[in-house]
């Protein structure tokens, strides 16, 4: 690994100043002053290895991915055998969802920087998310013991942990982090409520407490930590206390996520009238592929869970191929989805279908189909059948109460629509209305698979979901739960045993929900 000297070597003491003060304001998170920075130090040095490196980083972290990306490509060019340079460049590829990239370039940061702990902790954060857990958990344990004070991956191993089914090991790892740091172990202390059966005790409630009285937490450990005490208290039976600390914690959260619910069914709306008709296609692709799309915590996981355990059938998981390839497209025609899905040729929507295929092709190496369990490409159906006319879309719907209800006690990033009831209704009518629409395009090709009904008749909604995707019917998807799969998604634990009746919560909470119910008849 090259030195603080070395990296710098050739700048001008008042530049290599300057780069190091932009590492410093980026470490604070005051990005803004580390782009005023990199302002200067790109006029005094545009062509240094490092400086484009720290570009890449700022920018990135900015959102500006294109030039992030062309930054870190030439500081490559520059310095081909930077462990730092290639450990940043999976981060940019990252972002944008290009995982295929990110794995790449952080599985070549770590064969050249195997001493570097952050380079093996986001390979295995890639690794992980790409399902591949016994490589994970063998990265994040070089993580570990380059740097033992690592939390992040100290506790991202214990859910790998988690995911391979090792929960004793897990609950361990996740305590020893608690014991150690409690008041840095936010995250830790939000996986441990994540388990069943739930770990957390009346002392934890008590320490949980102690902590969000505190007052130099983060917010974001704040909402954390209160999600946590919030599942503990609803397995007390403290229902009012639970609904009270989610409030708390979701006003918290909005204030850093703000949401357009509008424009976002503005976008619905622009989206559906671009597909007003089934496209005709005269090729065959894509019958490979069965995606699987919901609104969260609807049971998708389950459905995925099912479909994996057949002998011809990969469980892929959540996957962002789908939203890449249109979203590079996008940005290829300089215009949003709406705008030029009309005028694609059937040889446009074919060569998207192969992009998608070439992507996604490692998840067919063992089994010739796939699952594609994104829940949000229920936006996306009308693309997914111009790419792939031959696919198999499951829509997974539960009672829209219990949804949005899932939606509100579960601590999502990046879902900024569930911090509000009026939002999460209107979220949910979004996706009612284009299930509607897609499989009155596609009744053949859509199947809208109830959760109630899953659960009141196993045996016979099993063998229809497997008729519909064109699978003959086998024993072992009635038994889906035995199977050695791995599941990261929050249901993990659930769809890990028999299925259970028993899991509506929407009557306990009582009148604590009579707002989310208006909200939901007021889209009606």
Same mark, same amino acid.
């Given at each position: +690994?090259?030195?603080?000297?070395?990296?710098? !070597?050739?700048?001008?003491?008042?530049?290599?100043?300057?780069?190091?003060?932009?590492?410093?304001?980026?470490?604070?998170?005051?990005?803004?002053?580390?782009?005023?920075?990199?302002?200067?130090?790109?006029?005094?040095?545009?062509? =240094?290895?490092?400086?484009?490196?720290?570009?890449?980083?700022?920018?990135?972290?900015?959102?500006?991915?294109? #030039?992030?990306?062309?930054?870190?490509?030439?500081?490559?060019?520059?310095?081909?055998?930077?462990? +730092?340079? @290639?450990?940043?460049?999976?981060?940019?590829?990252?972002?944008?969802?290009?995982?295929?990239?990110?794995?790449?370039?952080?599985?070549?940061?770590?064969?050249?920087?195997?001493?570097?702990?952050?380079?093996?902790?986001?390979?295995?954060?890639?690794?992980?998310?790409?399902?591949?857990?016994? !490589?994970?958990?063998?990265?994040?344990? &070089?993580?570990?013991?380059?740097?033992?004070?690592?939390?992040?991956?100290?506790?991202?191993?214990?859910?790998?942990?988690?995911?391979?089914?090792?929960?004793?090991?897990?609950?361990?790892?996740?305590?020893?982090?608690?014991?150690?740091?409690?008041?840095?172990?936010?995250? !830790?202390?939000?996986?441990?409520?994540?388990?069943?059966?739930?770990?957390?005790?009346?002392?934890?409630?008590?320490?949980?407490?102690?902590? $969000?009285?505190?007052?130099?937490?983060?917010?974001?450990?704040?909402?954390?930590?209160?999600?946590?005490?919030?599942?503990?208290?609803?397995?007390?039976?403290?229902?009012?206390?639970?609904?009270?600390? +989610?409030?708390?914690?979701?006003?918290?959260?909005?204030?850093?996520?703000?949401?357009?619910?509008?424009?976002?069914?503005?976008?619905?709306?622009?989206?559906?009238?671009?597909?007003?008709?089934?496209?005709?296609?005269?090729? #065959?692709?894509?019958?490979?592929?069965?995606?699987?799309?919901? +609104?969260? &915590?609807?049971?998708?996981?389950?459905?995925?869970?099912?479909?994996?355990?057949?002998?011809?059938?990969?469980?892929?998981?959540?996957?962002?191929?789908?939203?890449?390839?249109?979203?590079?497209?996008?940005?290829?025609?300089?215009?949003?989805?709406?705008?030029?899905?009309?005028?694609?040729?059937?040889?446009?929507?074919?060569?998207?279908?192969?992009?998608?295929? #070439?992507?996604? !092709?490692?998840?067919?190496?063992?089994?010739?189909? @796939?699952?594609?369990?994104?829940?949000?490409?229920?936006?996306?159906?009308?693309?997914?059948?111009?790419?792939?006319?031959?696919?198999?879309?499951?829509?997974?719907? &539960?009672?829209?109460?219990?949804?949005?209800?899932?939606?509100? &006690?579960?601590?999502?990033?990046? =879902?900024?629509?569930?911090?509000?009831?009026?939002?999460?209704?209107?979220?949910?009518?979004?996706?009612?209305?284009?299930?509607?629409?897609?499989?009155? $395009?596609?009744?053949?090709?859509?199947?809208?698979?109830?959760?109630?009904?899953?659960?009141?008749?196993?045996?016979?909604?099993?063998?229809?979901?497997?008729?519909?995707?064109?699978?003959?019917?086998?024993?072992?998807?009635?038994?889906?739960?035995?199977?050695?799969?791995?599941?990261?998604?929050?249901?993990?634990?659930?769809?890990?045993?028999?299925?259970?009746?028993?899991?509506?919560?929407?009557?306990?909470?009582?009148?604590?929900?009579?707002?989310?119910?208006?909200?939901?008849?007021?889209?009606?």
């Amino acid at each position: +690994m090259l030195t603080p000297q070395q990296r710098l !070597a050739g700048l001008s003491p008042e530049t290599a100043g300057r780069v190091a003060a932009i590492a410093q304001a980026q470490q604070r998170g005051d990005l803004e002053s580390a782009e005023r920075h990199l302002d200067a130090v790109l006029a005094a040095a545009p062509q =240094h290895p490092e400086v484009l490196r720290v570009c890449g980083v700022v920018r990135s972290a900015r959102g500006r991915h294109a #030039e992030a990306i062309e930054a870190l490509l030439r500081a490559l060019a520059l310095r081909p055998d930077d462990a +730092m340079i @290639h450990n940043a460049l999976g981060g940019a590829y990252e972002r944008i969802g290009d995982s295929a990239r990110a794995r790449t370039a952080l599985r070549r940061a770590c064969e050249l920087g195997p001493e570097i702990a952050p380079c093996w902790f986001n390979y295995g954060y890639r690794l992980y998310v790409d399902g591949d857990f016994d !490589a994970a958990v063998a990265a994040l344990r &070089r993580a570990v013991a380059l740097a033992p004070r690592h939390l992040q991956a100290r506790t991202l191993l214990a859910d790998a942990l988690n995911a391979e089914g090792e929960s004793a090991q897990a609950v361990a790892a996740y305590r020893g982090i608690i014991a150690e740091r409690p008041q840095d172990a936010a995250q !830790a202390w939000w996986s441990l409520a994540t388990l069943r059966p739930l770990p957390l005790d009346a002392n934890d409630v008590a320490v949980l407490r102690r902590l $969000l009285d505190a007052t130099d937490l983060s917010d974001s450990d704040r909402v954390t930590i209160s999600f946590a005490l919030a599942i503990a208290l609803e397995a007390r039976g403290d229902y009012a206390g639970a609904f009270a600390t +989610m409030q708390a914690a979701h006003a918290l959260a909005r204030r850093g996520e703000p949401y357009d619910a509008a424009a976002f069914s503005r976008s619905v709306d622009a989206t559906l009238n671009a597909f007003p008709a089934a496209a005709c296609a005269d090729v #065959e692709a894509g019958g490979e592929v069965i995606f699987i799309v919901s +609104m969260p &915590r609807s049971g998708s996981t389950l459905v995925e869970q099912i479909l994996a355990a057949h002998s011809r059938v990969h469980g892929a998981a959540e996957l962002n191929d789908l939203p890449q390839v249109i979203l590079q497209e996008c940005n290829r025609r300089g215009s949003e989805l709406p705008q030029w899905a009309r005028t694609h040729t059937a040889q446009d929507w074919r060569r998207l279908g192969r992009q998608y295929l #070439e992507r996604t !092709a490692r998840w067919r190496t063992q089994r010739p189909r @796939h699952t594609d369990k994104l829940p949000g490409n229920w936006l996306y159906v009308g693309a997914i059948f111009a790419m792939l006319p031959n696919a198999r879309v499951v829509v997974v719907r &539960r009672d829209p109460l219990e949804t949005c209800l899932g939606c509100y &006690r579960y601590m999502f990033r990046r =879902h900024p629509y569930t911090h509000d009831f009026a939002d999460l209704a209107r979220r949910w009518h979004d996706f009612d209305r284009a299930v509607r629409h897609w499989q009155a $395009l596609y009744p053949e090709r859509v199947r809208v698979q109830g959760y109630e009904d899953l659960l009141a008749d196993p045996d016979g909604q099993i063998r229809a979901l497997l008729a519909f995707c064109d699978l003959p019917f086998e024993d072992g998807c009635l038994a889906f739960h035995a199977g050695p799969r791995r599941v990261t998604t929050p249901s993990a634990a659930q769809v890990r045993e028999p299925l259970r009746r028993d899991t509506a919560r929407t009557r306990a909470y009582g009148a604590l929900l009579d707002p989310l119910r208006d909200a939901l008849k007021s889209h009606v």
